[in-house]
Antibody
């Protein structure tokens, strides 16, 4: 079964850092672009970042550029999101999602999400 | 960045009705790289359509996508009870991926 398993939720203070992880199983992880997408409480979907299958290219939404860093370890079938200088507006459910085995940046499998709450 | 606008914001329909959801882009979407997702409360989104009109694996044929350029449509031919949900469009014509704000399809 194709799965994306995400780390548990956390409450963190503004200005602090956090690393999210997402572990893949059931498919060839090193063939697929991987994304992070977030959803603030009661709001819509916001794309955050992507990294290509070989890790050679990544990109970020303007709202997180310079604060968040995406990475992957294909030997562990995992993708990570390092989140620095967190703000209250980063509070959201963070999904990891994978794309198809090509450079098409849609998402065909989603994890269940990690809830991040930034609050003092 | 390409901004996506979805209309209507809410669609109130009955089971068996036809649903027509619109997604308009602020500029032409490269290669019609437009996807649609369904999200139910408490669940992750599910891919319905990619490439504007290609149904994902396992998606019933009552769901269809159409359109090109900057104007796209998701049609649900006959609403089933499980189709009441929020639907998002997403463009992936550039690496700066963007989502629309969503259309909620609710039971009338």
């Amino acid at each position: 079964e194709v799965q994306l398993l995400q780390s548990g939720g956390v409450v963190i203070q503004p200005g602090e850092s956090l690393r999210l992880s997402c572990a893949a199983s059931g498919f060839t992880f090193n063939a697929d672009t991987t994304h992070w997408v977030r959803q603030a409480p009661g709001k819509g979907l916001e794309w955050v970042s992507l990294i290509t299958a070989d890790g050679s290219f990544s990109d970020y939404a303007d709202s997180v550029k310079g604060r968040f860093t995406i990475s992957r370890d294909n030997s562990k079938s995992s993708v990570y999101l390092q989140m620095n200088s967190l703000r209250s507006e980063d509070t959201a459910l963070y999904y990891c999602a994978k794309g198809p085995p090509s450079y098409s940046y849609y998402m065909d499998v989603w994890g269940n999400g990690t809830r991040v709450t930034v609050s003092s | 960045d390409i901004v996506l606008t979805q209309s209507p914001g809410t669609l109130s329909l009955s089971p068996g009705d036809r649903a027509t959801l619109s997604c308009r882009a602020s500029q032409s979407v490269n290669n019609n790289y437009l996807a649609w997702y369904q999200q139910k409360p408490g669940q992750a989104p599910r891919l319905l359509i990619s490439g504007a009109s290609r149904r994902a694996t396992g998606i019933p044929d009552r769901f269809s996508g159409s359109g090109s350029g900057a104007d796209f449509t998701l049609t649900i031919s006959r609403l089933e009870p499980e189709d009441f949900a929020v639907y998002y469009c997403q463009q992936y014509g550039s690496s700066l991926v963007t989502f629309g704000p969503g259309t909620k399809v609710e039971i009338k």
